[in-house]
């Protein structure tokens, strides 16, 4: 399973993009990037999901470059309810382990 | 639709005593995940089900830990002989087919504390 970095946190202001970065070396073929987000003392909740260029929801796009060894998850004009922690993994069709990091703290200011 | 449940939300217990964490998927979904979360960190792969079998357990500790998912019922984690390193919340998912790149839908979680 490929192992994901992203920074730990991030501090932004409302109104503004954030950008979170992740970093997946060792991504394989069948495998595809995942974001959640998890708000305290609650459970993860799906965000995005791709595996090659750009995916865009409702909520947020996703951008994979073409050698798919990061990814960079786009929250446009974020207010203080997007404060929370922001997990991306890496999830593989061969496997059914999913492994969550320790995500990116988002503080998101007024 | 309801999502996932998870009961009790909050279980508290002593050193030595048993936990039973229940899990009841969303309607339709026949596969369940379990995860556990300590403080400040990121949750950690438990085991996977499908009704009446566990198809990956590589994330539970051999000893203590054990699941099920039964044909009717909720999925079950269950602790035996707590002990404080076992404080920690605990998820469970559930997605409707087996492929893995399906999303997982997450219930609240329960937090065991074992004093």
């Known amino acids: 399973l490929a192992k994901t970095t992203q920074p730990i946190s991030m501090d932004s202001y409302e109104g503004q993009e954030v950008n979170i970065t992740c970093s997946h070396n060792?991504?394989?073929?069948?495998?595809?990037i995942t974001w959640y987000q998890q708000f305290p003392s609650q459970g993860p909740r799906f965000i995005i999901q791709?595996?090659?260029t750009k995916v865009t929801n409702e909520v947020a796009s996703l951008f994979i470059p073409a050698d798919r060894k990061s990814s960079t998850l786009s929250l446009p004009r974020v207010s203080l309810s997007d404060t929370a922690v922001y997990y991306c993994?890496?999830?593989?069709?061969?496997?059914?382990?999913?492994?969550f990091g320790a995500g990116t703290r988002l503080f998101v200011k007024a | 639709n309801a999502g996932v449940m998870q009961n009790p939300r909050h279980l508290v217990r002593r050193r030595g005593q048993e936990a039973r964490l229940r899990c009841s998927p969303m309607?339709?979904?026949?596969?369940v995940y379990w995860y556990r979360q300590l403080p400040e960190e990121g949750l950690k792969f438990m085991v996977y089900?499908?009704?009446?079998?566990?198809?990956?357990e590589s994330g539970m500790p051999k000893e203590r830990f054990s699941a099920e998912f039964p044909k009717e019922g909720p999925s079950i984690l269950r602790i035996q002989q707590v002990v404080r390193g076992d404080s920690a919340a605990y998820f469970c998912?559930?997605?409707?087919?087996?492929?893995?790149?399906?999303?997982?839908?997450f219930g609240p979680g329960t937090r065991l504390t074992v004093l």
């Open positions: 309607k339709g979904h026949s596969h």
């Open positions: 993994l890496v999830v593989s069709t061969g496997g059914f382990k999913t492994i």
């Open positions: 060792n991504i394989a073929t069948n495998d595809y």
């Open positions: 998912a559930s997605s409707p087919v087996e492929r893995p790149t399906d999303t997982q839908y």
């Open positions: 791709g595996y090659k």
């Open positions: 089900l499908q009704k009446e079998n566990i198809i990956d």
